[in-house]
């Protein structure tokens, strides 16, 4: 038998602790603590059954209702006006409208639950508004572009994500390349320029970023200088666009020779030089910075 | 007094007024269940048992129904399949799956000695629950050669159902001559601190019922007044910490379900209860105790006029014969009563404190029965519920809440008890 010190109640023989105040039971050294039977089976299940509440229940049942009149009103009205072959994209749009309110309160509401979901529902929402004649097309580009959005600002941020970092900057490297792969075979029916073109122009920029990063990751000081992060972003930026002339021109013209990237190099050689000399010296760099001011 | 006619066809039983609200919004946090229990010294064996709860059933036909979904409401229809019965988890009143639970609107649970029965609101009340438990643990000691006896209140096993004890006595009170009743404004919540979770977590405070009725005697006022008093004044003390304040404090009301078998001497076995909402205002200044226990009393009796509850059921059953209302089909009306449930029901009271009263054990099971209790399962907005129950000498008062760690309002609820010279003995299923 058992009193809590704080609360002055009785309390079971087998508690531990005062379930009001949660003050331990304390016994002397020579007593046990008895067993009695607990007031329900031990322990309580982990988490709770989940389920939504009744107030989000409700407003998907408003929903839903209001779906269905909306539905039939939206679908006589056409039929009337006679209009019926044109009333998907309406009748679509409406239950897709409501289907996006009612996920939004079923799905989890954390970051990554909301975001995928309607990620999957524009996406679901485009392909059907291009599938009114019977054939996908421009829908293509624009879900592969939000399934892009989606690895680089979704997926990063998952907890699979941080425990693979080399399997996820796989991922982050090949998916831009298979979404200009599929964008040239949605408007070429094949792959036509992105072997011959993007795939090399691609390779140069991951080439510079690689190099660059290389760089900045064996070097001793741990702080980069912003002036170093823009000038080695422009260069790969400037390699990066006189690949795609080059490349460019021998897809089309089948000779190597630089086009309009040329007047871009000659602007580019500028900056460089500018941006090279404040880089390799400290006196130009402090006369740049705010923290050292020049007198 | 107007009868009113059935006009459901056969296999069709509608709802009694008062369970209309508990199907639509049954949900997450608001599982509108509660739960009757009963420990008896004997271990309990499960076949035993289930003859029981088939003895019971046999008798009480309108028990066996299942739950349906109408064009325009809920009802009822017979069930032919068999109950299930239920081992017993960790934690009371939760929601209740009908296809898991065969249809069935309610659950019996065993324990090691325990009997208990889950019940979904629609079906019956706690009075009704307690009078089907009753006729099961008699079946069962009878079966168990423990005793044979019939609790005071159960129906006898030889007799055949009273009309009365099916039908809805709502709509037999139903004046459309009389004027509704008004009702009161929105309530102090409190919020609470921490998590919280649906798992229906338990503390169990046990008095001794002579000491309890001899501190209310001193005071000069019921059990249910003083327990009323004591939750009102411990929730005044949390609104004058949260709200410093005065002018912006809100009313302090009760929920406090009354059973309408005592007034209006109706047998049902169905839903008859009101809710009487005795309160205070904190914001016309601070109550003591004793001023407390005045108006909690004065309210109580008000509430408990016959007439003014018969304006209640005129505005309940008059809301539903609207038009409106009985031609809406339930597709609409579902999401509605989810939405307006809140501002209706639950946002016009701070607590609910139900009192089922004293069970009379019979004399041959005095020594058989150790334990009885009374579960109510609490509410998204209210999250914290007191359920009180009296048998042999003891008087139990549960809380059960939806609070993971805080247990403030039953710590300076058992505090107030203690100061005021009522020892209490706790007891709990939580582990933190």
């Known amino acids: 038998m058992a009193y809590c010190i704080q609360c002055g109640v009785k309390l079971e023989d087998r508690a531990r602790q005062c379930p009001l105040c949660q003050t331990p039971v304390m016994l002397p050294p020579h007593m046990e603590r008895g067993e009695s039977e607990p007031l329900f089976p031990q322990p309580l299940p982990e988490e709770g059954t989940g389920g939504i509440n009744k107030t989000s229940k409700g407003i998907i049942e408003l929903i839903l209702s209001l779906l269905v009149v909306s539905e039939i009103t939206i679908a006589l009205t056409m039929w009337y006006s006679g209009n019926m072959a044109h009333s998907f994209i309406p009748?679509?749009?409406?239950?897709?409208?409501?289907?996006?309110?009612?996920?939004?309160?079923?799905?989890?509401h954390t970051y990554v639950a909301q975001s995928s979901t309607h990620i999957v529902l524009v996406s679901l929402y485009l392909l059907g508004l291009d599938a009114t004649n019977r054939h996908l097309s421009w829908s293509l580009i624009a879900v592969g572009a939000l399934v892009l959005l989606w690895i680089f600002a979704v997926f990063t941020t998952t907890g699979k994500a941080k425990a693979h970092p080399v399997w996820t900057a796989l991922l982050l490297v090949i998916s831009p390349l298979g979404y200009v792969a599929l964008v040239n075979v949605v408007i070429a029916g094949s792959l036509t320029w992105f072997v011959p073109v993007a795939l090399p122009t691609a390779c140069v920029f991951?080439?510079?970023?690689?190099?660059?990063?290389?760089?900045?990751?064996?070097?001793?000081?741990?702080?980069?200088?912003?002036?170093?992060?823009?000038?080695?972003?422009?260069?790969?930026?400037?390699?990066?666009?006189?690949?795609?002339?080059?490349?460019?021109?021998?897809?089309?013209?089948?000779?190597?020779?630089?086009?309009?990237?040329?007047?871009?190099?000659?602007?580019a050689i500028v900056l460089m030089i500018l941006l090279g000399s404040v880089s390799a010296s400290r006196r130009l760099r402090r006369y740049f910075t705010s923290q050292h001011k020049h007198d | 007094m107007i009868r009113a006619q059935s006009y459901a066809p056969e296999g069709f039983i509608a709802l009694d007024n008062s369970a209309l609200i508990y199907p639509p919004t049954e949900a997450k946090y608001n599982a509108n269940t509660f739960?009757?229990?009963?420990?008896?010294?004997?271990?309990?064996?499960?076949?035993?048992?289930?003859?029981?709860?088939?003895?019971?059933?046999?008798?009480?036909?309108?028990?066996?129904?299942?739950?349906?979904?109408?064009?325009?409401?809920?009802?009822?229809?017979?069930?032919?399949?068999?109950?299930r019965l239920y081992e017993?988890?960790?934690?009371?009143?939760?929601?209740?799956?009908?296809?898991?639970?065969?249809?069935?609107?309610?659950?019996?649970?065993?324990?090691?000695?325990?009997?208990?029965?889950?019940?979904?609101?629609?079906?019956?009340?706690?009075?009704?629950?307690?009078?089907?438990?009753?006729?099961?643990?008699?079946?069962?000691?009878?079966?168990?050669?423990?005793?044979?006896?019939?609790?005071?209140?159960?129906?006898?096993?030889?007799?055949?159902?009273?009309?009365?004890?099916?039908?809805?006595?709502?709509?037999?009170?139903?004046?459309?001559?009389?004027?509704?009743?008004?009702?009161?404004?929105?309530?102090?919540?409190?919020?609470?601190?921490?998590?919280?979770?649906?798992?229906?977590?338990?503390?169990?405070?046990?008095?001794?019922?002579q000491t309890l009725r001899a501190r209310c005697k001193e005071h000069g006022y019921t059990i249910t007044v003083y327990l009323c008093s004591v939750l009102a004044m411990v929730l005044q003390q949390f609104q004058k910490e949260e709200v410093p304040k005065q002018r912006k404090r809100k009313p302090i009301h009760l929920s406090v379900p009354m059973n309408l078998r005592t007034i209006f001497h109706f047998d049902t076995?169905?839903?008859?209860?009101?809710?009487?909402?005795?309160?205070?205002?904190?914001?016309?200044?601070?109550?003591?105790?004793?001023?407390?226990?005045?108006?909690?009393?004065?309210?109580?009796?008000?509430?408990?006029?016959?007439?003014?509850?018969?304006?209640?059921?005129?505005?309940?059953?008059?809301?539903?014969?609207?038009?409106?209302?009985?031609?809406?089909?339930?597709?609409?009306?579902?999401?509605?009563?989810?939405?307006?449930?809140?501002?209706?029901?639950?946002?016009?009271?701070?607590?609910?404190?139900?009192?089922?009263?004293?069970?009379?054990?019979?004399?041959?099971?005095?020594?058989?029965?150790?334990?009885?209790?009374?579960?109510?399962?609490?509410?998204?907005?209210?999250?914290?519920?007191?359920?009180?129950?009296?048998?042999?000498?003891?008087?139990?008062?549960n809380f059960s809440s939806f609070f993971n760690t805080d247990t403030a309002l039953e710590r300076e609820f058992c505090r107030f008890l203690m100061e005021d010279g009522i020892p209490v003995e706790v007891s709990s299923n939580r582990t933190e």
Request: include cysteine.
């Open chain 1, 91 to 108: 009748l679509f749009s409406t239950a897709m409208a409501a289907l996006v309110i009612a996920m939004a309160l079923v799905a989890r």
């Open chain 1, 206 to 267: 991951f080439l510079g970023v690689g190099l660059f990063s290389l760089l900045f990751l064996t070097r001793n000081k741990t702080r980069i200088p912003l002036a170093d992060i823009i000038f080695f972003s422009l260069i790969v930026v400037f390699l990066t666009f006189t690949a795609l002339d080059l490349f460019m021109t021998h897809y089309r013209q089948v000779i190597w020779r630089l086009n309009w990237s040329l007047s871009l190099f000659s602007a």
């Open chain 2, 35 to 83: 739960r009757v229990s009963m420990d008896l010294k004997q271990e309990i064996v499960p076949q035993v048992l289930e003859l029981a709860l088939q003895k019971m059933l046999e008798r009480c036909s309108y028990a066996k129904v299942s739950l349906h979904k109408g064009f325009f409401w809920y009802y009822l229809s017979p069930n032919h399949k068999s109950p």
């Open chain 2, 88 to 209: 017993e988890g960790s934690y009371p009143s939760g929601r209740i799956s009908f296809k898991e639970n065969n249809g069935y609107l309610f659950k019996v649970l065993y324990g090691k000695h325990r009997i208990a029965l889950e019940c979904f609101h629609a079906l019956t009340d706690g009075s009704g629950a307690l009078v089907y438990l009753k006729m099961i643990v008699s079946e069962y000691c009878r079966l168990s050669d423990i005793a044979d006896v019939t609790f005071k209140g159960a129906l006898a096993f030889d007799e055949r159902p009273k009309s009365q004890e099916f039908s809805d006595p709502f709509q037999h009170l139903y004046d459309k001559n009389i004027p509704g009743c008004p009702s009161t404004g929105s309530a102090y919540h409190r919020k609470g601190t921490g998590e919280y979770d649906d798992r229906v977590k338990v503390i169990s405070a046990m008095v001794d019922a």
């Open chain 2, 269 to 397: 076995m169905r839903n008859f209860t009101l809710f009487a909402v005795p309160g205070i205002n904190p914001a016309l200044g601070e109550y003591t105790f004793e001023e407390i226990l005045r108006k909690i009393h004065l309210d109580m009796a008000l509430s408990q006029d016959p007439k003014r509850i018969r304006s209640q059921i005129q505005r309940n059953v008059g809301a539903e014969r609207h038009i409106l209302m009985r031609f809406a089909p339930t597709a609409i009306k579902n999401p509605l009563f989810k939405l307006l449930s809140n501002s209706l029901g639950d946002d016009l009271y701070s607590a609910i404190i139900s009192n089922l009263g004293y069970v009379e054990i019979p004399k041959e099971l005095e020594s058989s029965i150790e334990r009885m209790d009374f579960y109510l399962c609490p509410g998204q907005i209210n999250k914290v519920s007191l359920a009180v129950v009296g048998f042999k000498d003891k008087v139990v008062i």
